[in-house]
């Protein structure tokens, strides 16, 4: 996919955009973004610990916004760009990050209202609780939503969660078979934990475990080969019904949208939580996920990725906390349809 719309546009296209300067206001609102959230990216590899290794980071990202401004920048984007970057030139990397948004990923799902990710969130909710129903059901009761870990699988392709050989293996299937592939490691490693999980009944303890599994996930295949062992599982994968699933979310969260306001209790099935305390263009996904009752409990809840501005928190031994004041309002979302490859046929390990 890259190599084709790389030759889709005139020699010098790269080059172009990567040094134009911004032409409306909504650009400068990505640039300011961008330039906030360049120095937490990763700040301890050696590369981008570097001036060298940010400007890349920081064109990348630039151009990319400037090449759709529809999607523009979305925190948490720049993981993603980063890991391409270790291994690809800052060309290289754009190309792929085209490929991966406009090819790859669904409509909408790195967008500013996020419609395409919380669509996909709520999709995963439903298959997990069809495919590891009592686990499911000991979430629940304990007040772990499914957001709270699952949007940093979707949102940065675990790029935050697991380890980077995991990550580039995981990347290989996700390229051939699509988001579904986000589904179905996220189940494995919910899996791999589910004995432990269903011991433990308080919330930070939970997700802690969790987190704890995602970093002993060294061996790739043995993660690919649970994820997709159809006997490990009580329904299989099958694209027709994560398209239906997927269909329904993101009509229930654009008829959302259409309203202007969302309520807390569709809000935890996606990851959203209206809340009076974020300031305007943080009410997607934000921090304050929890409702009223869970807020009052007596359980903590740990600052666990349950938004793009969260991704940062989330990656303490990488960046720096973010703030809701290094949040810029990048604008009301503009519609984009893009194709989505997730009937692909996966081929043999390579």
Not at 107 to 128: H, N, Q, V, W
Request: glycine share 4%.
């Amino acid at each position: 996919h890259a190599d084709a719309l790389r030759k889709s546009e005139s020699a010098g296209y790269y080059a172009c955009i990567a040094d134009a300067q911004p032409s409306s206001e909504l650009q400068q609102k990505h640039m300011r973004q961008i330039e906030l959230d360049v120095t937490r990216t990763y700040p301890e590899h050696r590369l981008f610990s570097t001036e060298p290794g940010v400007l890349k980071l920081r064109e990348v990202l630039v151009a990319y916004s400037r090449r759709n401004p529809q999607v523009g920048y979305v925190q948490g984007m720049g993981f993603i760009v980063a890991v391409l970057l270790i291994f690809m030139s800052a060309e290289e990397t754009f190309w792929s990050l085209a490929a991966l948004v406009e090819c790859v990923l669904p409509a909408a799902y790195l967008s500013k209202s996020l419609l395409g990710l919380r669509a996909e969130i709520g999709t995963f909710e439903d298959m997990l609780a069809e495919t590891l129903p009592r686990l499911f059901s000991h979430l629940q009761a304990h007040g772990i939503y499914v957001q709270f870990f699952a949007t940093r699988w979707f949102l940065s392709l675990f790029t935050t969660s697991l380890p980077i050989e995991t990550v580039l293996r995981v990347w290989d299937v996700l390229a051939c078979e699509g988001i579904k592939v986000v589904h179905r490691i996220g189940i494995a490693l919910l899996r791999l934990s589910e004995a432990e999980l269903l011991t433990a009944t308080d919330q930070s303890a939970m997700l802690l475990l969790l987190q704890q599994q995602e970093a002993r996930c060294l061996d790739a295949e043995r993660l690919l080969a649970l994820a997709f062992d159809t006997r490990a599982f009580r329904s299989p994968f099958r694209r027709a019904n994560l398209a239906v699933l997927r269909a329904k979310h993101r009509a229930r969260f654009e008829a959302e949208i259409g309203e202007g306001a969302s309520s807390p209790a569709s809000a935890h099935r996606a990851g959203v939580h209206a809340c009076d305390a974020c300031a305007p263009g943080e009410r997607v996904a934000c921090a304050h996920r929890v409702d009223d009752a869970v807020r009052s409990s007596s359980r903590s809840v740990p600052p666990v990725a349950s938004s793009a501005e969260d991704v940062y928190s989330s990656s303490a031994s990488f960046s720096d906390e973010s703030s809701s004041d290094d949040t810029e309002d990048l604008g009301s979302e503009v519609p984009f349809e893009i194709l989505s490859h997730d009937d692909c046929a996966i081929t043999s390990p390579r």
